[in-house]
């Protein structure tokens, strides 16, 4: 059982980012998946979840109308479009099998 995040990076305020995170050894399409950030010395954020088909997602309000998670079953990935960013969502993003397995995360750096 795996998730592997990938795309993280630094980026200046104001841009986008375009997270990954590819699973394998579980059947993906049957859990809701979410991200979560962490910024050390704070406790995680739960970012976006996203429902087993992807018709059904949610946000936090820090970054609703910015941020979109996507998934293709098919692929086995979820995704996070990051855009309009602000150094505010620097932090480490996680992706998570609600019920499952974690995945090591991908820092987010958003510095001019």
């Known amino acids: 059982v795996q998730l592997v995040e990938s795309g993280g990076g630094l980026v200046q305020p104001g841009g986008s980012l375009r997270l990954s995170c590819a699973a394998s050894?579980?059947?993906?399409?049957?859990?809701?998946m979410r991200w979560v950030r962490q910024v050390p010395g704070k406790e995680r954020e739960l970012v976006a979840t996203i429902s087993h088909t992807g018709a059904s997602t949610n946000y936090a309000d820090s970054v609703k109308g910015r941020f979109t998670i996507s998934r293709d079953n098919a692929k086995n990935t979820v995704y996070l479009q990051m855009n309009s960013l602000k150094p505010e969502d620097t932090a480490v993003y996680y992706c998570h099998a609600i019920g499952g397995s974690w995945g090591q995360g991908t820092q987010v750096t958003v510095s001019s």
């Open positions: 050894g579980f059947t993906f399409s049957r859990f809701v």
